[in-house]
T-cell receptor, first 109, second 112 residues
Framework: GQNIDQPTEMTATEGAIVQINCTYQ??????LFWYQQHAGEAPTFLSY??LDGLEEKGRFSSFLSRSKGYSYLLLKELQMKDSASYLC??????????WGAGTKLIIKP | NAGVTQTPKFRILKIGQSMTLQCAQD?????MYWYRQDPGMGLKLIYY???????DKGEVPNGYNVSRSTTEDFPLRLELAAPSQTSVYFC???????????FGEGSRLTVL
């Protein structure tokens, strides 16, 4: 079966760095997405990786290793507004998105 | 631009009632999707459409129906509501297959 695993919850301190991991087992691979979802709101797009390596976008970076079925989202200089759930989603060989349950990130002052 | 607009935002239904969740997008996207999101679980695809007049089932289509008569609109119909359909429903659209998804604000549905 197809599976996406990510930690349920993480806590970090304002100003620090946090890494949210995502491992996946899917039927084929056509890219991995990260979305941010604030409580009670819709998910919004953060990043897309299809090739191995690191993609940097401001304070957020996303890494992919296709051979290991592994990705992480790195958030630097954490701000209180980064408190949200972070959703990992993999596009399989049929271009269907398989979603993880999300990681709830709590930022403490 | 309004993006993706969903209505209603909240609704309480009795078991056996029917209703339609409305979704409209003004970005001229061909691809549209309906997801449901339950606590502790990933988004589940209910139905999707690759263009006007074309719809297809996703992972959890039972108890739902859709239509796509125009590029802009993609309503989701719930027939004979059941407590298992209590969830948050998101409509989304994308320009192409595999593209970034743009989500509506969500519709919180409770079936009692």
């Amino acid at each position: 079966g197809q599976n996406i695993d990510q930690p349920t919850e993480m806590t970090a301190t304002e100003g620090a760095i946090v890494q949210i991991n995502c491992t996946y087992q899917t039927s084929g691979f056509n890219g991995l997405f990260w979305y941010q979802q604030h409580a009670g709101e819709a998910p919004t797009f953060l990043s897309y990786n299809v090739l191995d390596g690191l993609e940097e976008k401001g304070r957020f970076s996303s890494f992919l290793s296709r051979s290991k079925g592994y990705s992480y989202l790195l958030l630097k200089e954490l701000q209180m507004k980064d408190s949200a759930s972070y959703l990992c989603a993999v596009m399989d060989s049929n271009y269907q998105l398989i979603w993880g349950a999300g990681t709830k990130l709590i930022i403490k002052p | 631009n309004a993006g993706v607009t969903q209505t209603p935002k909240f609704r309480i239904l009795k078991i056996g009632q029917s209703m339609t969740l409305q979704c409209a997008q003004d970005m001229n996207h061909n691809y549209m999707y309906w997801y449901r999101q339950d606590p502790g679980m990933g988004l589940k695809l209910i139905y999707y459409s690759v263009g006007a007049g074309i719809t297809d089932k996703g992972e959890v289509p039972n108890g739902y129906n859709v239509s796509r008569s125009t590029t802009e609109d993609f309503p989701l119909r719930l027939e004979l509501a059941a407590p298992s359909q209590t969830s948050v429903y998101f409509c989304a659209s994308s320009y192409g297959e595999g593209g970034e998804l743009f989500f509506g604000e969500g519709s919180r549905l409770t079936v009692l």
